[in-house]
Structure formats: C-alpha cells, structure tokens
C-alpha cells in the first residue's frame, strides 16, 4: 500500500464551495469525480478525500458540487511540483484500477472543463 505523505507541514482541510463559487488561488491539480448515469464513484471519493486531508504536501484544498448525481471538482494547491507530480500519479493510479476510471478524472493544473 502506497502513503501519501509529505514534509513536516501540517496537513490540509478541503474546503467546500458553492456550485457557482470557483477557489481564490490556482490549483495546482484537480481531480473531477464525474458520474456516467449512476452517481460517482463514493469509494474512490472518499479514499482520494482522506488522503488528501492526510498528506502533507497538500496546503489547501478547495472541493465544489457541479452536478445532479454527486459530480464535483476536488482543487489541490500543493506545496511544490514535486508534491503535485507524485500526487497527480498517485491518484491517476488509484483510478485506473477502479471498475469505471472514466469516472474520476485527474489534471495538472486547474481543470479544463470547471
């Protein structure tokens, strides 16, 4: 099993936002959990949104809704490239091995569709 942990920094809240509310500062990574027909994919949900709570490299964290069956967009702002680099593999990892990976989606920077 594979930790996300960073350096000595105390670890990020994720923020929630409104749906039409957009972060204050450039994310460094987003990862968007979209829905095919049926809801987002809650376990990979909730595994990305603890170990983004727990990993150190992760300053802030910014999450808002953007549809009808639980879609939103998680916004990390990170510590450094490195912290962003190793977070967006991790995560595009831990997708890939999903039964549905088209669900969550994983982008350096700010997403292209939010």
Known sequence: MLCL???AASAAT????GAAERPPEVCALTVDFGSVCCGVDR???E???RAVIADK???RAYSWPWGEEGESTLCLVTRSKADT????AQL?????VRPNPILTQVWPG???HH
Do not use: Y
């Not at 994720?14 to 936002?17: G, H, N, R, T, Y």
């Not at 680099?85 to 967006?88: G, Q």
């Open 85 to 88: 680099d190793r977070l967006v």
């Open 110 to 112: 700010p997403t292209p």
């Open 57 to 59: 490299g992760v300053k």
């Open 5 to 7: 942990v960073g350096g």
């Open 92 to 96: 595009r990892t831990w997708a890939k």
């Open 14 to 17: 994720i923020e929630s936002l």
């Open 47 to 49: 595994r990305v949104n």
């Open 43 to 45: 376990a990979m949900h």
